[in-house]
T-cell receptor, first 116, second 116 residues
Framework: DSGVTQTPKHLITATGQRVTLRCSPR?????VYWYQQSLDQGLQFLIQ???????AKGNILERFSAQQFPDLHSELNLSSLELGDSALYFC???????????????FGPGTRLLVL | AQKVTQAQTEISVVEKEDVTLDCVYE???????LFWYKQPPSGELVFLIR??????QNEISGRYSWNFQKSTSSFNFTITASQVVDSAVYFC?????????????FGTGTLLAVQP
């Protein structure tokens, strides 16, 4: 158990809908990352937050947004869902020291999204 | 640009055989970090090891060992006396020191099947 929690574990929805994925980082971790794992794209970095502020963006669609709250949990919002958004969405957390690249990211169990 | 290549898509071995998973990386950073993660059939991503670019000492942890060679930009992972529980997808990942993010660049993964 990494200490990172994600809810829900599974989500089935229809095209055009909007969903929210939730992540709670390990106790004491300030940085939260979101990744998408799909068959065609592999594991792709979406976005990173550090102590409530966006730090970096990767291959995140404009239909997707995220935020990190004062209690450090994070939510990933996916809207106008398309079939191709079906994937496993991971949240990870790390301590969040200012020096980049030096930290290990611990991953949650993921949320499996199926868009029908 | 940063890139991680795992040329072996699938490997099948019989229990107790040794197996090496290859990882080749590309980066322009002089300081960088390499990781291995395991994804068992249950789907979660489990952290195995982190290696700094300035430390080329090989590491052994039980049946697992890692060979880091800067000269060939490789960070290979060997499992000795494989067991059925080692069956999983293994990902190699790279994180750079440049910029403000620790985002991970993942390889495409190697599916290891250990037959009893």
């Amino acid at each position: 158990d990494s200490g990172v929690t994600q809810t829900p574990k599974h989500l089935i929805t229809a095209t055009g809908q909007r969903v929210t994925l939730r992540c709670s980082p390990r106790s004491g971790d300030l940085s939260v990352y979101w990744y998408q794992q799909s068959l065609d794209q592999g594991l792709q970095f979406l976005i990173q937050y550090y102590n409530g502020e966006e730090r970096a963006k990767g291959n995140i669609l404009e239909r997707f947004s995220a935020q990190q709250f004062p209690d450090l949990h994070s939510e990933l919002n996916l809207s106008s869902l398309e079939l191709g958004d079906s994937a496993l969405y991971f949240c990870a957390s790390s301590v969040g020291l200012r020096v980049s690249g030096t930290e290990t990211q611990y991953f949650g169990p993921g949320t499996r999204l199926l868009v029908l | 640009a940063q890139k991680v290549t795992q040329a072996q898509t699938e490997i099948s071995v019989v229990e107790k055989e040794d197996v090496t998973l290859d990882c080749v990386y590309e980066t322009r950073d002089t300081t960088y970090y390499l990781f291995w993660y395991k994804q068992p059939p249950s789907g979660e991503l489990v952290f195995l090891i982190r290696r700094n670019s300035f430390d080329e000492q090989n590491e052994i942890s039980g049946r697992y060992s890692w060979n880091f060679q800067k000269s060939t930009s490789s960070f290979n992972f060997t499992i000795t006396a494989s067991q059925v529980v080692d069956s999983a997808v293994y990902f190699c990942a790279l994180s750079g020191r440049g910029g403000a993010t620790n985002k991970l660049i993942f390889g495409t993964g190697t599916l290891l099947a250990v037959q009893p």
